[in-house]
């Protein structure tokens, strides 16, 4: 059995996707929980499309694999935010016309060069030979540099994502967080797009902020779950990669929504367990209370003598 | 000493639609009054507008003497309606409360022990205390609108501005916190709030401004609620009727359904 972990680490390209995918899933694992809350799923998928648009182009040119995508991916951001500025164009929309447009001219420009498609397998769907040693280091400057800014960032990222006008009212830069975080959603798509793949990154930060909302109502502790949760998915997503022999963003997502499957159950079996244990007896008294788990103190009020009243102050 | 709240000849809208044009309009300091007016007259777009929040097509809108852009941060505290808010986002109470510190200098996640001690302080004041690690959506209504207005609180504003405190809470909590907004109010906090409910007006704030796509009329209720402004303020006919000492505003159209029928509408 330790065998099956321990045969793959003897290959160094192994050793190099299970670094990569380690920090790729934290770092989807992280900014997932701002996307998530912030109702921005759309974003991280439309973005690595466009960084893929950008990759393509640069590779055209000659250019560093990063190079262009980070400058599609950072060109789509701005844009994104230019266009939805005043409010007359829904975010769905600008995200949906501008990185589609961009993806769409990877495409036009791959189906021109056919050469090109076996280069471009890797970013579109993840690949556990596709990571190399310059791919290692801009996902470790990119990691370290992302969890640093959320970091020093969380009091302005927290309230705005929570409540972006009053966030503003209270003298929050608004405009400035919502810059800032688009920068490094880019970075992180960009960084992520060899290890999960363009079509699979969206699923690759949702998932585990999800997963990690059904186990906690605290925030920071959403964070370190879904931080966690997405840093296992890439570690197991990639021996199963291995393992079978399939796409590592594929495996990746796949065992991802497993543990979101599982967390529904574990949610439903906390709700059902807490609901039933809320069936007791004080004295010669026997009562139910049919809520489930989210009651404040509130809601069962015990009064000396046994007695007890229940419901809404 | 300058106004809490100055506005002169603000005109705003949105896109080519004015919702009010060339308003002046000046909120001392201390003052609690209530924006009221009908559905659509604009009276958010109004608080927006204070807030700094609402872009303006020309004039300008000072705050203590001072462009909104320049105001220290903390300056005003800000109740939204509860109805926007994400009552699913993973807060605690303690959390909600001390975002109202966030502009404060330091970089770290994490509160200091002050910080601390004054949620809790304010927290028992305002009888959330019990309350304070309990996530946000299992709080009775009560006790939302006065976690938000802690946090509204907690950095010690001047202005306090609140968009309708009284709606979806039940008739005892309005009364609770319309009681402990005069309580701050008369601790020097000037006071500012939209509210539909007239009679809560008359019962517990000392001014009122009438508000339809422009200013109608303000002073103290007894002054500003007449029939004649009332019906210009909304439009259908209102009628005051005096009990006790006190005044109760009623739906002309009300009354008169309630007599044929002999039943409330």
Known sequence: MIDLFLEPLAYEFFRHSLLASLMVGALCGLIGVYIVLRGMSYIGHGLSHAAFGGAVVGFTLNLNFYVGAGAMGLLAALLINQITKDGKIKSDAAIGIVTTAFFALGVAIISRVRSYTQSFEAALFGNILGVTGEDLTVIALVTIFTMTTIFFMYKPLLFSTFDNEAARVFGIKTGLVQLIFSFILTLAIIASMNVVGVTMIAAALVIPASTARM?????????????????????????????FNAASGATIVLFGALLFCLALLIKFLREKFMLHSHVHSHGALTHSHPHGP???????????????TSGQK | ????????DVTVGYERKTVFTNLSLEIPVGLFAGIVGPTGSGKTTLLKTILGTQSVFSGEVRLMGHPIDRLPPGSIGYVPQLESVDWSFPVTVEQVILMGLYTNKGIWPWPTRQERDKVHDLADRLGIHDCLHHHIVSISGGQRQRAFLARALVNSPKLLVLDEPTAGVDIKTQHDVLHLLGELNSEGITILITTHDLNAVAAHLPWVICFNQGLVAQGKPREIFTSDILTQTYGGEIVIIEYQGHFLVANKMQLHLEEHTGHSA
């Open chain 2, 1 to 8: 000493m300058y106004p809490a709240v100055s506005l002169s």
């Open chain 1, 294 to 308: 989210r009651h404040g103190k509130e809601d069962h009020i015990h009064e000396k003598g046994g007695a007890e």
């Open chain 1, 215 to 243: 186990l906690t109502d605290s925030f920071s502790r959403m964070l370190i779950y879904s931080t966690l949760i997405g840093a296992v998915m890439g570690v197991v997503g990639m021996y199963l990669s291995y393992t």
